[in-house]
C-alpha cells in the first residue's frame, strides 16, 4: 500500500462526502417543512426525535446481528471476543459494530441536544442526518474490505452531520447564553403532522 495513494483516495471520497451530506441536508431543510409539520414543543420535538433516532439505533441492531449470525456459525468464533481474536469472516463485520456503536452514540446523544434547540423546520435537519448515517453505514460497510480509501466516503458521510450537529448546538447554546435565540423560518405549504 502507497502512503500516498491511499492519502489521495480519502481526500477524494471525503470530498464526495463531503458534497452528499450538503446537498441532502440542504434538501432536508428546504423540502421536509414544505410537506410536514415538524413540531414546536420541547415535548414533542423529543419525541420527535427519539423517533427519528430508531433508524440510526437499528444499524447497532443490524451489526448486532451479523456479528452474532457469524458466531453461531463458527467454532473459531463462538466462544466470543474473550476466547481469542476474531476470524477473518467475523473481523470485519465485528469492526463495523464497533464503529457503528460508537457512531451512534455520538448522533444520537446530538440529536437529542438539537431537538431542544431547535424547533419547528430546522429539525428536518435531523432527519437528514439520520438518512445520511444509514447512507454512511452501508458505504463504510461496503467499503470496509478496500482499505482507508474504501472505508472514507461511508466514514465521512455518517461523521459529518454529527460533527456539524455538535458545532450547530455549541454555536445555539452560546447564542442562547447571550441572549440570542433564532427565528427559523415556517414554510408555506403542509401536508402531514408528524407529532
Known amino acids: 500500500m502507497n502512503l500516498r495513494t491511499e492519502q489521495q483516495r480519502i481526500r477524494r471520497a ?21 410537506l410536514f ?9 423529543l419525541a420527535f426525535v427519539l423517533r427519528v433516532d430508531v433508524f440510526v439505533l437499528v ?3 443490524i451489526g448486532v446481528r451479523m456479528v452474532s449470525r457469524v458466531r453461531f456459525y463458527s467454532a ?16 470485519i463485520k465485528a469492526a463495523f459494530l464497533q464503529n457503528t456503536l460508537e457512531q451512534a452514540v455520538m448522533a444520537v446523544g446530538v440529536h437529542l441536544a438539537l431537538a431542544t434547540l431547535l424547533s419547528g423546520p430546522a429539525l428536518s435537519l435531523i432527519v437528514g442526518a439520520a438518512v445520511l448515517f444509514s447512507i454512511g453505514r452501508v458505504a463504510f460497510y461496503l467499503g470496509y474490505s478496500s482499505g482507508a480509501g474504501g472505508r472514507a466516503f461511508g466514514m465521512v458521510v455518517t461523521v459529518l452531520p454529527t460533527l456539524a450537529g455538535f458545532l450547530l448546538a455549541i454555536v445555539l ?15 408555506d405549504t403542509k401536508v402531514v403532522t408528524i407529532c
Open 14 to 34: 471525503a470530498l464526495a462526502a463531503s458534497v452528499l451530506c450538503v446537498l441532502l441536508l440542504g434538501a432536508s431543510f428546504l423540502i421536509l417543512p414544505r
Open 37 to 45: 409539520n415538524l413540531p414546536v414543543d420541547m415535548l414533542d420535538r
Open 59 to 61: 444499524w447497532i441492531l
Open 76 to 91: 473459531a468464533d463462538m466462544g466470543g471476543s474473550a476466547a481469542g481474536p476474531p476470524s477473518a469472516q467475523l473481523a
Open 173 to 187: 447554546i452560546i447564542a442562547a447564553i447571550f441572549g440570542y435565540a433564532p427565528v427559523w423560518p415556517t414554510g
